[in-house]
């Protein structure tokens, strides 16, 4: 029997996933469907259903969250052999106060008139679900792992897999 795990415990996984994590691919749906994908600087703030991102108010992304909100959110941390997707609902959010504790001085190199640029923005992601995997690390530790599926016959496994709901508890 699987149990799963309550919203809390969800939102503390995938932050301890992805919380360093700096890039991660944002895509987003074209008018014709065709997916579109891009890097995005993951914001180092603590997870807590959201995800936060800047972004031009102009931009194609907005556009195309504004008209399909549906978004993945793609991380991958090769070295440690961890992977997360993340879906969920794009929202455009023009909040000072959020984008003034967000604000890193290197972002000036899209924003040039920083916190003042008419053009800043932030995208926020509603997070509704995330799929993870998480191996082991260390390549002695999967190799005998793989070894021990061909003697025994069993199937391969090289980790930790799941898929986990952030949506909260429906009421009764």
């Known amino acids: 029997m699987t149990t799963t795990p309550s919203r809390d415990a969800a939102i503390r996984r995938v932050h301890d996933l992805i919380k360093n994590i700096n890039i991660a691919m944002l895509t987003t749906s074209r008018p014709d469907g065709t997916l579109h994908s891009r890097p995005m600087a993951t914001q180092q703030t ?9 972004t031009a108010e102009d931009s194609l992304k907005v556009d195309e969250t504004e008209e399909r909100p549906a978004v993945n959110v793609s991380y991958s941390d090769a070295a440690h052999n961890r992977y997360v997707s993340v879906s969920g ?21 899209w924003f040039p008139q920083g916190l003042d640029d008419p053009q800043l ?51 009764m």
């Open 46 to 54: 603590k997870f807590d259903g959201e995800l936060w991102f800047f």
């Open 89 to 109: 609902r794009g929202v455009l959010v023009k909040d000072r106060k959020m984008a003034e504790e967000l604000w890193n001085p290197l972002y000036k190199a």
């Open 121 to 171: 923005a932030l995208l926020r992601v509603d997070v509704e679900e995330a799929e993870y995997w998480d191996a082991p690390s260390s390549t002695m530790v999967q190799v005998v792992g793989f070894v021990k599926a061909i003697l025994t016959g069993k199937q391969y496994a090289p980790g930790e897999h799941a898929t986990i709901s952030m949506s909260p508890a429906p009421t």
